[in-house]
């Protein structure tokens, strides 16, 4: 049975760096036999989280996801930095995910989506950090959700320099970097109970 790895940007931006660097993940881990789904948090579109609104029934995409995180026994997210931190789309996410679904058999269990999934972070930016400062406060959300971090993580500086017109790396440092969080998703999401 293939190893079932989600890729996903926390940037719905066209042209996104990150969503490039998701793309390329993507096509490496098919490469080495992975199966792996690539989301595009752009066809599950959510309201800013709110009780409220969460009140008068979880939206259906926010359902939808919260079963494909929970099918995953490893995720690649692709950060982008926002003003030293991740994104409001990313949080604005897994705070629906995270959300228990009141009298719900399956969903009633907020961490159910997240407990035990192994996760790689990986970043782009144009700048010289690649987007590195949205990676720590992004590693203490998911480990607050019992998720396991990779001890690799990898952000892509001058990104807009980084792939050639094939989309093939043109540093071998990048390549090197990306490969080590992957090899360490597939490795952990391998072994560690979920």
Not at 17 to 28: E, K
Not at 104 to 120: C, I, N, R, S, T
Request: overall charge neutral; charged content about 20%; hydrophobic content about 40%.
């Amino acid at each position: 049975m293939k190893q079932k790895i989600l890729v996903f940007a926390g940037s719905t931006r066209q042209g996104s760096f990150n969503g490039r660097l998701a793309d390329t993940v993507t096509r490496q881990l098919r490469e080495q036999d992975v199966e792996v789904t690539r989301l595009n948090l752009a066809d599950y579109p959510l309201p800013i989280y709110n009780a409220d609104l969460e009140r008068e029934g979880t939206p259906v995409q926010a359902l939808q996801l919260k079963q494909l995180f929970h099918e995953h026994a490893g995720w690649v997210i692709c950060s982008p930095e926002y003003n030293g931190s991740y994104t409001g789309l990313l949080k604005n996410t897994i705070d629906w995910i995270s959300s228990p679904v009141k009298g719900d058999p399956q969903w009633q269990d907020a961490l159910k989506p997240f407990a035990g999934k192994v996760v790689g972070l990986l970043s782009a930016s144009p700048g010289q950090l690649g987007g590195l400062r949205s990676l720590d406060p992004l590693m203490l959300l998911l480990a607050n959700l019992q998720c396991w971090v990779t001890p690799a993580r990898y952000a892509l500086a001058q990104a807009h320099e980084a792939w050639d017109a094939q989309g093939q790396w043109m540093r071998e440092r990048d390549a090197n970097g990306v490969r080590a969080v992957l090899e360490q998703v597939i490795w952990g999401s391998q072994r560690l109970p979920r």
